[in-house]
């Protein structure tokens, strides 16, 4: 029987996507770190949680089937997180993210061709060496900073990955709407990851966060290691009063991103009980069975 007392984390990554764990040295941590359940999040991929499996189950770890995918709402770039509390996701939803991964290997070469065209002697080889099998931006940046085309990663983002910036390529990304009916099928629940990162305005938060629930979403990550205790309050009242239910984690990475530990988040103030997961678990599928 699971303590119910004990500390759960649902959004961690390793390094099939851009964490800097491998699956099994993630589980590893998070058991040394006394947690209860971990929700492997990677972007575009269940690669980590299915190469974690076979580690949870040795030591006795709850884990949990996740996802993170960044998609199109109202114009902007907002992230979505979707739990398969059951286990894997249907194929069908499998076989929709294997799509999504071409679109990003699509985008990464044509920003390689346009940094290349800047004069930034970089290859696609040397990304997949910094960033495993699914690399994003963050690589680019680590990449050229490595290189010393830049100072510091955060400058390879004002000078040429960042929106706006010579050698950004947008995207393709799918609708909100769209994400969200897939995951359901898929037989998941949809939860707003970082929601104040995504749209830091409380006003428009509010007004967006109920379309998304008109548009199907299940869940707002409440507990993140971005929130402080004020801004957990105010979101946890928002979830009650769209009845949506609430999920939470450190989004983890490793020293990519210092400072955040796993189940603890900053300063070790995250505290997502196991209770938690209990009431997810409790939310039935919409999902098919195929």
Known sequence: MHDHRGIIDLHSHTTESDGILTPPELI?????????????TDHDTF???????????????????????????KQQSVHLLGYFLN????????????????SRHARNEAMV??????????TLEELHQCGGKLPGRPHFARLLSEKGYVARP??????????????????????????????AKGGGLSSLAHPLRTIPRSRNLEEYVRI????????????HSDHRPEDVNFLSSLAASLSLAV????????????GIDLGKGRDGTLNVPYSLLVELRRIPSRGTTC
């Open 47 to 73: 690669g980590g949680y299915d190469r974690a499996l076979d580690s949870a189950r040795e030591l006795g770890l709850d884990l949990v089937c996740g996802i993170e995918l960044a998609v199109k709402f």
């Open 247 to 258: 999920t939470g984690g450190s989004d983890f990475h490793g020293a990519t991103k210092p």
């Open 154 to 183: 955060r400058e390879a983002f004002e000078r040429y990955i960042g929106e706006g910036a010579s050698c950004f390529v947008q995207r393709e990304e799918v609708d909100f709407a769209e994400s969200v009916e897939k995951i």
């Open 28 to 40: 590893l941590v998070a058991r040394q770190a006394g947690l209860e359940a971990l929700g492997i």
């Open 212 to 223: 998304m629930k008109s548009e199907g979403l299940d869940c707002l990550e409440v507990y």
């Open 113 to 122: 061709e346009r940094l290349r065209s800047k004069g930034v002697e970089i």
């Open 87 to 102: 286990g894997s996701p249907s194929e069908g939803f499998r076989e929709w993210v294997r799509g999504l991964q071409g």
